[in-house]
């Protein structure tokens, strides 16, 4: 409150909080929760926890939680015409969770997944073909390569675009996906356009990288933000490959 992070939503948790590691190895990416803390489901928000003065917000990001608790949520808030619903996943998309990550997207307009979490047949050589049949809400389809950048996926538009790595040294990259995707939210819906989400969601994440846990963003205001975003962002430019790649003018930043 100090330091004006709004708290509200938050339900009070008795006794031990939850602590789970994320593993990431060359074959994907693993969850190991510490004995006797609470389950996932136990910590994550439900449609209750959702402050009544949070229902006008134009732009929602559901964090990593249980996909049941995702699709609970993403059901509520596409009820309400003019939401723009943001999914980062807990668990990873495959053929075991395929059917059921489809119903949650359907409710979804942008999915922004590690490359660890995802296993579909056809992502990295035919990503539109890939995301084929995941509804007709469902506008863009983020996959973070980390240190690599990563690539954009635009369904309605057809079209696909790879950002840059960071050019900032990295201090901790934790929590760099979720400034990514929040990013983007806020871009989309202040420029309307790829670009300006792009742009923003780059310069968030490299807020985020820059410095360890939350204290970047917690060092920084509005104005120094809207400086960054001023002095560069990202272009997009065609590839050989016939889709675009958004190139890093300055301030940009790697998300996973």
Request: charged share 25%.
């Amino acid at each position: 409150a100090r330091r004006s992070i709004d708290l509200r939503g938050l339900r009070s948790l008795e006794g031990p909080g939850a602590h789970s590691w994320l593993l990431y190895e060359p074959r994907g990416r693993r969850v190991v929760s510490r004995l006797g803390t609470p389950r996932h489901e136990d910590v994550s928000p439900g449609i209750e926890d959702i402050p009544a003065e949070y229902q006008g917000a134009r732009a929602w990001l559901l964090g990593p939680m249980p996909i049941e608790r995702q699709l609970d949520l993403t059901r509520h808030l596409a009820s309400c015409a003019g939401r723009f619903v943001v999914v980062d996943p807990h668990v990873p998309l495959g053929a075991p969770t395929l059917d059921r990550w489809r119903e949650v997207l359907t409710h979804a307009d942008a999915f922004f997944v590690s490359h660890e979490e995802l296993d579909l047949p056809g992502a990295d050589t035919d990503p539109l073909g890939a995301f084929a049949a995941f509804g007709e809400r469902l506008r863009f389809v983020g996959v973070k390569r980390a240190a690599r950048g990563g690539t954009l996926i635009d369904r309605l538009e057809k079209k696909v675009m790879d950002w840059a790595p960071a050019s900032e040294p990295v201090v901790d990259a934790t929590g760099a996906g979720d400034a990514f995707a929040a990013g983007f939210a806020a871009g989309w819906l202040l420029s309307g356009g790829v670009e300006g989400a792009l742009d923003r969601a780059r310069i968030s994440a490299a807020i985020a990288i820059e410095n360890w846990g939350a204290h970047g963003f917690m060092g920084i205001s509005p104005e120094m933000a809207a400086l960054r975003l001023a002095g560069g962002g990202v272009s997009a430019t065609p590839t050989r490959r016939g889709t675009r790649t958004a190139e890093p003018r300055r301030g940009s930043g790697a998300a996973r």
